[in-house]
Antibody, heavy 127, light 109 residues
Framework: QVQLVQSGAEVKKPGASVKVSCKAS????????MHWVRQAPGQGLEWMGR????????NYAQKFQGRVTMTRDTSISTAYMELSRLRSDDTAVYYC????????????????????WGKGTTVTVSS | QTVVTQEPSFSVSPGGTVTLTCGLS?????????PSWYQQTPGQAPRTLIY???TRSSGVPDRFSGSILGNKAALTITGAQADDESDYYC?????????FGGGTKLTVL
């Protein structure tokens, strides 16, 4: 079955970087976009950006431009999200989600949504 | 910057029908925003309910439906059940990326 397995919890100091991984299985990794979404404690969901695992092309939310880098390793079906210059308000659960972000050649339609979600990775930023 | 708006909270009686909405601080939501809806219970990852306005994701019961009502996207739950008590988020495609609404906390009582 389709599954996204994320890396374990991280504790980082302010100013450091964190890199979260998301290993996909059960589907063709390069056939679907990978979105990244975060949720601060007690807050709502926030879209951070997405990567096209086939081309490596990325689209980041303006808020995270310059601080976030999304990459992938197709040989191991794994996507990565690195966030730099961490602040205390980056403390959150970070989710990866496979899905769509544009024209789907298989169906001939446009789709924009997140489909299958990972269980989340807790990142705590504290001095 | 345009904000995606949702009711902060809503309540429904068991067996009842509730419609949650998703609007814009400026302008109207149309199918061109490809609205999608997600359900989240505390401590769990979100679950995809609806995409492209009204298409149910795999395994989602048909008592969940999506539509455009007036100038907003809408999620209607018909025959609400106790385990529908969750947070519900809409997402709109804004051209430059996806934007979440603030979420609606649905209480079933």
């Amino acid at each position: 079955q389709v599954q996204l397995v994320q890396s374990g919890a991280e504790v980082k100091k302010p100013g450091a970087s964190v890199k979260v991984s998301c290993k996909a299985s059960g589907y063709t990794f390069t056939g679907y976009y990978m979105h990244w979404v975060r949720q601060a404690p007690g807050q709502g969901l926030e879209w951070m950006g997405r990567i096209n695992p086939n081309s490596g092309g990325t689209n980041y939310a303006q808020k995270f431009q310059g601080r976030v880098t999304m990459t992938r390793d197709t040989s191991i079906s794994t996507a990565y999200m690195e966030l730099s210059r961490l602040r205390s308000d980056d403390t959150a659960v970070y989710y990866c989600a496979s899905g769509y972000s544009g024209y789907d050649y298989g169906s001939g339609y446009y789709y924009y949504y997140m489909d299958v979600w990972g269980k989340g990775t807790t990142v705590t930023v504290s001095s | 910057q345009t904000v995606v708006t949702q009711e902060p909270s809503f309540s429904v009686s068991p067996g009842g029908t509730v419609t949650l909405t998703c609007g814009l601080s400026s302008g109207s939501v149309s199918t061109s925003y490809y609205p999608s809806w997600y359900q989240q219970t505390p401590g769990q990852a979100p679950r995809t309910l609806i995409y492209s306005t009204n298409t149910r994701s795999s395994g989602v019961p048909d008592r969940f439906s999506g539509s455009i009502l007036g100038n907003k996207a809408a999620l209607t739950i018909t025959g609400a059940q106790a385990d529908d008590e969750s947070d519900y988020y809409c997402v709109l495609y804004m051209g430059s990326g996806m934007v979440f609404g603030g979420g609606t906390k649905l209480t079933v009582l």
